[in-house]
């Protein structure tokens, strides 16, 4: 299992850090669909990758948004 989640929580995590502009939302509904497909395929449950992606978005609107309170 931890053969799985460190790799995944590693390329999220260089993902989140590399990805410095914003996304669009053709770029943002495509990811959306992939999401969807790996889950079908996974029988209908959360690939752990996409879920450590969703954490790490979490993290990072969080961040935003708390950057942005700091700002006011």
Same mark, same amino acid.
């Given at each position: 299992m931890n053969?799985?989640?460190i790799p995944a929580a590693l390329c999220a995590a260089a993902l989140l850090f590399s990805a410095c502009e914003k996304k669009g939302p053709m770029e943002r509904? +495509? &990811? /959306?669909?992939?999401?969807t497909v790996?889950?079908?395929?996974?029988? +209908? &449950? /959360?690939?752990?990758g996409d879920k450590i992606s969703d954490a790490a978005e979490d993290v990072k609107h969080g961040a935003e948004k708390a950057a942005d309170e700091v700002k006011k």
């Open positions: 053969k799985v989640i509904a +495509g &990811e /959306k669909v992939d999401e790996r889950t079908i395929k996974n029988g +209908g &449950e /959360k690939t752990t």
